[in-house]
């Protein structure tokens, strides 16, 4: 995730384009990998809070692509039905529901007309999230509040509906965390704390339900190219071309390791792979994707 500077850097950058430096990215992801032929997940129910854009939105279509039935929510109806069209063009099954994870009555509607139409749910991807980066003495009350309600009141809502529909048949629940878990950045206090309380629900979740077939874990993302830090970093109306490069730019002294941030849908990756047959024993942790971000000390 961006940090305070990191707002500044990226302004650096675009202004280097119009100086017309060179700016091209370090590194570029891998072309999308194929999963025709693919089915771990077919015939599942999988259900993800904020799928109306970046890695949500990547992870519905992947988890589709690989033949779930996948039931989603966000806030944008426009992009829901957007998403729900790609996912059915494409040959899948998909199910947009309007909820807000602040609100628990939003959240219990969502479980209830979701187990109504698939019979049960098999894997709960809780995802949704918001970021703001402001040193923490400015930051307000409210902000503070709209934020913790997201991020973590958003994933306690949405588990304490979807445990008691997934205990015993073995159900699986990801969260969507942070690399900044292992770090702090400048500006990020209230991010990072949010981020840190997973940690905690996914632990303890683990310990609580290992006993009645459900395992529960966490997905640790570093910076991915999503709407989030571009926004963040006062990117969202600018051209793609002038984001790319100043991402690019960022990423060479920001991302150890590869130098680049992920695309959504290597992030999917990961929590499919996550989420496969194969990760019978995967309880209780929290995992670190983040092209070396951690490593660097
Ligand atoms: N991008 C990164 O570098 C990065 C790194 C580490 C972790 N993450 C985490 O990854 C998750 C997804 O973020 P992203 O990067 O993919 O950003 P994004 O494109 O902004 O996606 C955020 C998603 O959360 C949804 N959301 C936000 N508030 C919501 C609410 N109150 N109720 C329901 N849905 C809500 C948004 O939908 P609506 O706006 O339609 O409601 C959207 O679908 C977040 O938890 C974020 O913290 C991101």
Redesign the pocket.
Known sequence: ?LGAAAAGTLAGAAIGITGGMALAGAGRPPAAPVFEGRRRFADQVVMI?????????AAAEAFAAEGARVVF????EA?GAQVENTIREAGGEALYIR????EKDDIDDFVRRAVAQFGGIDLALN?????FSKPLHEIGADEWDDLQD??VR?VFLSMRAQIPHMLDRGGQIIV?S??NIDGARPGLGAYNASKRALAGLVQTAALEYAGRGLRVNGIC????D????RRQAGFMDAPDAAWNAAIGLWSRSNVSGLQRVAA?REIAAAILNMASPDMSYLNGSMIFVDGGMTASL
Do not use: K
């Open positions: 995730m809070t904020g799928a109306t854009s970046g890695i949500g939105r929510c966000g806030r944008r992009l909820a807000d994870v602040r995802n949704a999230g918001i970021s997201t991020n958003g969507t942070s690399v993302p570093g910076a991915t999503t709407e989030m830090i959504p």
